[in-house]
């Protein structure tokens, strides 16, 4: 596929917004009700804010929901909703203003975070708004976008706490005193960590389309939905379900501008099918490469389906299906 430029040069007025801004009333939303929604929340010695969303408490549904629009940056609705697909009725559903910056300027985990080494080193990947803080990853450089705001949220998909020394670190690399920092923290086999995975099914058809070189200057608009997999005790398992909610089941219908003939490209080269290793349960393709991520070929993260709407002509393109059987063998269970 070809693209003029991957830069953003057409901008709508959410650009000039500050995502860590428009994210902090749903961080203090979800501090304020969080024995409602069953998670804690602590200070640290050094004045963070951390909120366990299922570490040590339960977390749920709509804790997870809630963090899903504080990833988006507070540019994005999720909501939880009937699935289309036969076997799995609950789903989730995204739309995001502005979906470039919300979901890669804010939702994408692309910050890679480690202390330590050996058994006891931690290693995370940051997304969220404190991201655009950072701006540690080069493709800030390419959205050409920076946030500045006096406090900042980072979400980490993990089962311990971060240790002290890397939270100082975090704090300053974002240029704030670790009291203006709240990092949330949800377990990939908890709910909360459940659906805030699963509402990545935009954001990574939008990383797709930015690996596809297809101009993010063109991407007006965009929702997409996917369903909502049963939790899983164990780490690779519940990683694997909800990689294959997108994989096998996620919709995603995008809005551009442009001509046909590339709006028509991008619906073809999208879909996950396309990936040479698409065809078998992601915990099956992990296992083939000894538990090596970065040996997956990363075309394979995007969803199942895929509708591409031509503003300039009306014409839509489609790509790609929902692969009920393949779902089935993920998601598993009792009949």
């Given at each position: 596929?070809?693209?003029?430029?991957?830069?953003?040069?057409?901008?709508?007025?959410?650009?000039?917004?500050?995502?860590?801004?428009?994210?902090?009333?749903?961080v203090d939303a979800l501090i304020q009700d969080a024995a409602l929604l069953d998670v804690a929340v602590e200070r640290l010695d050094n004045g963070c804010t951390v909120i366990d969303g299922g570490i040590d408490v339960a977390g749920g549904l709509e804790a997870g929901r809630r963090v899903a629009e504080i990833c988006l940056g507070g540019l994005g609705r999720v909501t939880l909703t009937h699935s289309e697909t036969a076997a799995w009725p609950v789903g989730v559903t995204v739309h995001a203003n502005a979906p470039v910056l919300a979901c890669l300027g804010s939702q994408y985990a692309g910050w890679s975070l480690s202390h330590g080494e050996g058994k006891g080193a931690f290693h995370a990947l940051g997304s969220g708004p404190a991201r655009a803080l950072s701006v540690k990853e080069a493709l800030f450089g390419e959205l050409d976008y920076r946030d500045r705001a006096d406090s900042g949220c980072l979400v980490l998909e993990v089962d311990k706490r971060p240790p002290p020394a890397l939270v100082e670190k975090i704090a300053a690399d974002c240029g704030l005193e670790p009291p203006a920092l709240t990092l949330i923290l949800t377990p990939t086999c908890s709910l909360a960590g459940t659906v805030q995975v699963v509402a990545r099914v935009l954001e990574v058809a939008l990383h797709k389309v930015h690996a596809l070189a297809f101009?993010?200057?063109?991407?007006?608009d965009g929702m997409g939905s996917a369903p909502l997999p049963p939790p899983a005790p164990e780490f690779v398992q519940a990683m694997g379900r909800t990689n294959d909610a997108i994989v096998f089941a996620g919709r995603v219908h995008l809005y551009v501008s442009g001509d046909d003939q590339a709006a028509r490209a991008l619906a073809r080269s999208l879909p996950a099918s396309e990936s040479n290793d698409y065809g078998r349960p992601f915990a099956q393709v992990f296992k083939s490469y000894d538990y090596d991520f970065f040996q997956i070929d990363p075309m394979?993260?995007?969803?199942?389906?895929?509708?591409?709407?031509?503003?300039?002509?009306g014409h839509t393109f489609r790509g790609g299906r929902v692969d009920e059987e393949l779902l089935q063998q993920s998601f598993g269970g009792a009949t």
């Open positions: 596929m070809s693209g003029q430029s991957t830069g953003i040069s057409r901008r709508s007025a959410a650009w000039g917004a500050s995502v860590n801004a428009l994210a902090a009333p749903l101009p993010l200057d063109r991407i007006v394979l993260f995007s969803p199942a389906a895929v509708s591409v709407s031509a503003l300039d002509s």
